[in-house]
């Protein structure tokens, strides 16, 4: 796909998010919208041989959502990739549907059960130390969250990926600066990022995550043969494509009214609007 036809999938899934989480009166919606536009690239774009009608592909790049309580932004990208049907997606929030606040591996082209924050990277780590072992090509991707970060589970699968020249590993920050208890630089500070992961060994590069263009070049930039996990840190906006939610922290897990709704779906259906001209 084009970079403006990722852009323009990345605004069709971010109305879709909004409907979604608005139906279901719960959702991490904030995170969802900062990390969209990164999981739109990944699935339409970056990662391989994905099979909505073999979802276990043996040879199927991964994709571990870490930050799990962001899986909202993962139901509507794996909708759009053909692997979850509308009306099950419509059943968000309901009583005994199989879409629950985190992933799980009831809902097709979900790899593991995740959102106990910290425990993203080392499920990833062993996926990626796998297909080493067998000799296997596939690649592993892993989303965080920035105030994820404090979790120290992450570092001891950091120094692992090191030791054992997992080039076929990429971790993702979403750094929108913000988690649900304020700025992550008054909570926890992590702004050394890039130095702390190059000390850890990792092949450290930084990305506009609000931009596809950014997106997609940085990824095809990894050299997958250097020896090194690789790290790209996401500068996002927290809410991002909805303006009355941008860079606010009460967005983390904000439930929308019906005003809201109509508010921000007419704003990115103005977009989708003028794309599609």
Not at 39 to 57: C, S, V
Not at 101 to 120: D, F, K, Q, R, Y
């Amino acid at each position: 796909m084009t970079i403006k036809e990722l852009t323009l999938l990345a605004e069709q899934n971010r109305k879709r998010l909004v409907e979604v989480v608005y139906r279901a009166k719960a959702g991490h919606i904030g995170g969802d919208l900062s990390c969209l536009n990164v999981m739109t690239a990944l699935y339409f774009d970056i990662m391989k041989n994905l099979n909505p009608q073999e979802p276990k592909a043996r040879d199927r790049d991964r994709f571990v959502l870490s930050k799990g309580h962001c899986v909202e932004a993962l139901y509507v990208t794996l909708e759009a990739k053909g692997f979850l049907q509308p009306e099950v997606l419509d059943t968000l929030g309901r009583f005994g549907s199989i879409l629950s606040g985190h992933p799980t591996i009831e809902v097709p082209g979900i790899e593991v059960n995740s959102g106990a924050l910290g425990h993203g990277l080392s499920i990833g780590t062993g996926m990626a130390i796998a297909a080493k072992m067998d000799k296997k090509d596939w690649k592993t991707y892993v989303l965080m969250g920035d105030g994820e970060q404090g979790e120290g589970s992450i570092y001891e699968a950091a120094m692992a990926a090191n030791k054992y020249h997992l080039d076929n590993l990429v971790a993702i920050i979403d750094r929108n600066h913000l988690q649900i208890s304020g700025n992550t630089e008054d909570v926890m500070p992590i702004d050394s990022i890039k130095d702390r992961w190059t000390a850890f060994g990792w092949d450290v590069t930084s990305m506009n995550g609000d931009d596809m263009d950014s997106i997609v070049k940085t990824f095809h930039a990894i050299d997958y043969t250097n020896g090194k996990p690789h790290l790209i840190i996401s500068e996002s906006t927290k809410g991002r494509g909805v303006s009355f939610m941008e860079g606010i922290a009460k967005w983390h897990h904000g439930v929308l009214n019906e005003e809201q709704c109509l508010a921000a779906v007419a704003e990115i259906e103005a977009r989708i609007a003028t794309m599609e001209k």
